[in-house]
C-alpha cells in the first residue's frame, strides 16, 4: 500500500497568489498532475491540512476543480489557513467530508493500513489544539482497533522542531497526544504538515513526521530568533509505503531536473561493479 501526503497547497481564489509572490494554484495543479503520473500509482492522497490560503469558498471552489486529475481517492484535515465550514461545502464530495459535525475528525479502515485523521483547527488562530472532545475521539478511535498498523495523520505537529517562529504555533497539547499515542502500540506514524519543510522526531514508541509544501517551503532557520520566513526551494511530497510489515517513507520533490542517467561505473572504482 502506498499512501502519497500532500500538504500545504495554500490554494487561492483564481487569479491571486499567495504572500503576493507564490502561485500557489500553479504550484498545486503540477503536484496533481506529477501524482496522477506517479508509477506504481500510490492508492491514496492524504492532504495534511492548509488546503487553502483564507478558507474561501472560492478557494475551495478552484481546489475542486484542481483535483479532477487525481483518481484516486483523496482524504483531507483541514488546517489553521482552512475554515472549517467552508472546507465541509466546497469539498462536500471528498470522503468523511460532508456531514456538518463540529470537527472534521475521521477514520479510514479500508486498507491495510489504518489512518486516524485529526482537526487541530483552532478558528482565528495559527496554532493548533487537541480539547478534550478532540482528545477523546482520538483515544477511542485508537482503542477500536488496537491490532491494526495505524498512521495518525494531523496539522499542526505534535514536537518542537527548533525553528521556533513555527514552534510558537504547533500543537499545544503535546503532551496529553504523546500520553494516548504511548498507551496504543499500532501507531506507527504520526504525519503532520503546518512546517513547510521535511522534518522527522521520535514521539513515543512512534515516529512523527512533516512533510515538504506542494508550495513554498519555510526557511531552515535553526538560531534563537531567526525571522519567519518562507523560500523558494523544491516543493515536494513524502510516499509512505506499507511493506513487509513495516513502513517506510520516502521524500521527492516536484519539478523536472536533468535525468536520470544510468551509472556507469568507472575502472578506478574501488568497489566491485554491479
Ligand atoms: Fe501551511
Ligand atoms: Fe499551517
Wanted: hydrophobic share 45%.
Amino acid at each position: 500500500m502506498i499512501l502519497c501526503q500532500l500538504t500545504d497547497l495554500h490554494v487561492r481564489p483564481p487569479g491571486r497568489l499567495s504572500n503576493t509572490v507564490v502561485d500557489t494554484n500553479a504550484l498545486t495543479a503540477r503536484a496533481f498532475q506529477a501524482v496522477a503520473a506517479m508509477t506504481p500509482r500510490p492508492d491514496i492522497v492524504v492532504i495534511t491540512g492548509d488546503l487553502t490560503e483564507c478558507g474561501l469558498a472560492a478557494e475551495y471552489a478552484e481546489l475542486r476543480e484542481l483535483l479532477r486529475v487525481l483518481a484516486m481517492p483523496v482524504f483531507v484535515i483541514p488546517g489553521n489557513h482552512d475554515r472549517r465550514e467552508n472546507l465541509q461545502a466546497g469539498l462536500a464530495d471528498l470522503p468523511h467530508v460532508a456531514g456538518g459535525l463540529a470537527f472534521l475528525h475521521y477514520t479510514v479502515d479500508e486498507y491495510p493500513v489504518r489512518l486516524v485523521m485529526l482537526d487541530t483547527l483552532v478558528p482565528g488562530h495559527g496554532h493548533g489544539e487537541l480539547c478534550p472532545e478532540r482528545l477523546a475521539f482520538l483515544e477511542a478511535a485508537l482503542a477500536a482497533e488496537p491490532q491494526k498498523p495505524t498512521i495518525v495523520a494531523m496539522h499542526h505537529p505534535p514536537f518542537l522542531c527548533g525553528i521556533e517562529h513555527m514552534d510558537r504555533i504547533n500543537l499545544r497539547e503535546a503532551a496529553e497526544f504523546t500520553a494516548i499515542i504511548a498507551r496504543h502500540r499500532q501507531v506507527a506514524r504520526i504525519i503532520c504538515g503546518h512546517h513547510h519543510r521535511p522534518i522527522n522526531a521520535p514521539l513515543a514508541h512512534a515516529i512523527a513526521s512533516i512533510a515538504p509544501s506542494v508550495a513554498h517551503q519555510v526557511e531552515l532557520a535553526l538560531s534563537p530568533g531567526a525571522p519567519a520566513n518562507f523560500i523558494l526551494e523544491p516543493p515536494g511530497y513524502q510516499l509512505h509505503c506499507w511493506q513487509d510489515g513495516q513502513l517506510v517513507s520516502h521524500t521527492g520533490v516536484f519539478g523536472r531536473y536533468d535525468g536520470p542517467f544510468p551509472f556507469i561505473t568507472d575502472p578506478d572504482y574501488p568497489g566491485k561493479a554491479a
